[in-house]
């Protein structure tokens, strides 16, 4: 099953995806434990979770059963971090540290391709509740970028990319087979310039990009009317 759901402006849109997030963390206890919830980086999805700092909903989950992952990451010591963007809103929580699975930084792998393989191993065996991606201005998510071998990498699992088109060069990546392991994939995208490929990703007789490629059991879009204005 695949859903639109259009807002105002991009300050909404992140603030409704951040409220979903903690009611579907709410739901998901409800029936299992523990939560497994997949996070992305980039101006929206750390607005997202910035945005519910502090907010009383959080107060109904049991964070010692949630773990946090990462769709993709700087291989780097690097403030840019896709977690360490969003450190603020995880100390704001009362989360054992050990369920928050960051991937290697430098010196605690010995490179991307041990970065990965650690991810790899941890990330095999889990079901996630919830996926969040953000979608780029080429149709790419996590750090799957269109025309480029990684993304037809198949199974579950991570992979280092080198080279990568968006700095910084190197990164670990969930596949998309990972990512879409999930009971809901969530696309949360907000711009003009997300517009073309939003449309691709969801109108059919158009060129597949990797957004397209993704997808759980149910895959919900969280839109600005900027982002939606191609649909």
Do not use: C
């Amino acid at each position: 099953m695949e859903r639109v759901i259009v807002l105002p402006d991009p300050a909404l849109t992140a603030r409704a995806a951040g409220l979903r997030l903690l009611l579907a963390l709410v739901d998901a206890q409800s029936v299992t434990a523990p939560v497994h919830v997949a996070l992305t980086g980039g101006t929206l999805g750390t607005r997202m979770l910035d945005s519910i700092v502090g907010e009383e909903l959080a107060g109904a989950v049991d964070w010692s059963q949630v773990h946090l992952w990462w769709g993709d990451e700087r291989y780097a010591e690097d403030a840019e971090r896709n977690a360490s963007q969003v450190r603020t809103w995880i100390d704001s929580l009362p989360i054992p540290p050990e369920n928050v699975h960051e991937v290697a930084r430098p010196g605690e792998a010995e490179d991307a391709e041990a970065a990965a393989e650690a991810y790899a191993t941890a990330v095999r065996d889990v079901h996630f509740t919830v996926v969040v991606l953000g979608i780029g201005p080429d149709g790419h998510v996590a750090s799957l970028f269109p025309g480029r071998d990684e993304v037809e990498v198949e199974g579950k699992g991570a992979l280092p990319v080198h080279d990568s088109p968006k700095p910084p060069p190197t990164r670990v990546s969930l596949t998309r087979a990972s990512l879409s392991d999930a009971d809901e994939v969530w696309f949360v995208a907000a711009g003009q310039d997300k517009a073309p490929m939003v449309a691709a990703s969801l109108l059919p007789g158009t060129e597949p990009v990797p957004a397209a490629r993704v997808r759980g059991a149910t895959t919900l879009w969280l839109l600005d009317t900027a982002a939606a204005g191609a649909l």
